[in-house]
């Protein structure tokens, strides 16, 4: 049950786009299409933003997006706006009801 | 609509116990498998914990395993998550989280509640 990997930080304009990497093992991200995404601002609950890799919540915009890649998924965020500005785990699901969450990632908005 | 309302922590000291509940509302409480995830302070999220819909199966991480025991009462809408033989590194915010039925994300959480284990 290692956590998944995550970069620190990133970091962007408004208006550009930037992408959070999340490297698991076969066990995890590469074993299942189930790695969902979450955003947490200060002294909030995580909010649900990405499911099953690439679906989208009602009322999320549709600037975020998910992909994966064997055992890497990845969020990017398109059209960086400042609400943007928290931080973003990454979750898998790991067989027999077990989870495990990426690092996570501070996003900022220059 | 969904609320997840999550009380019981506070100050314990090291070796001791605490019980959470997470009361929930705005779904048929029964029909979803349910989750405790933790947050040391400016530490990243960890999975806890989890119980199926009618209480049957339940689910540990190697970290809390034989000190923790999840359960809840689905005739009180009402998880809970009892911590025994609680250690400094327990110290965390603690929220519930709901499972959609068949599904493998979260998508409710509840507003967490604080344990802090200190002498």
């Given at each position: ?8 930080s990133v970091s962007g304009s408004p208006g550009q786009s930037v ?92 | ?47 806890v914990s989890a119980i199926n819909g009618p209480g049957t199966n ?62």
């Amino acid at each position: 049950q290692s956590a998944l990997t995550q970069p620190r930080s990133v970091s962007g304009s408004p208006g550009q786009s930037v992408t959070i990497s999340c490297t698991g093992t076969s066990s995890d991200v590469g074993g299942y299409n189930s790695v969902s995404w979450y955003q947490q601002h200060p002294g909030k609950a995580p909010k649900l933003m990405i499911y099953d890799v690439s679906k989208r919540p009602s009322g999320v915009p549709d600037r975020f997006s998910g992909s994966k890649s064997d055992n890497t998924a990845s969020l990017t965020i398109s059209g960086l706006q400042a609400e943007d500005e928290a931080d973003y785990y990454c979750c898998s699901y790991a067989g027999s009801y077990i989870f495990v969450f990426g690092t996570g990632t501070k996003v900022t908005v220059l | 609509e969904v609320q997840l309302l999550e009380s019981g922590g506070g100050l314990v000291q090291p070796g001791g116990s605490l019980r959470l509940s997470c009361a929930a509302s705005g779904f048929t409480f029964s029909g979803y498998a349910m989750t405790w995830v933790r947050q040391a302070p400016g530490k990243g999220l960890e999975w806890v914990s989890a119980i199926n819909g009618p209480g049957t199966n339940t689910y540990y991480a190697d970290s809390v395993k034989g000190r923790f025991t999840i359960s809840r009462d689905n005739s009180k809408n009402t998880l809970y998550l009892q911590m025994n033989s609680l250690r400094a590194e327990d110290t965390a915010v603690y929220y519930c989280a709901k499972r959609p039925y068949g599904l493998d994300y979260f998508d409710y959480w509840g507003q967490g509640t604080l344990v802090t284990v200190s002498s």
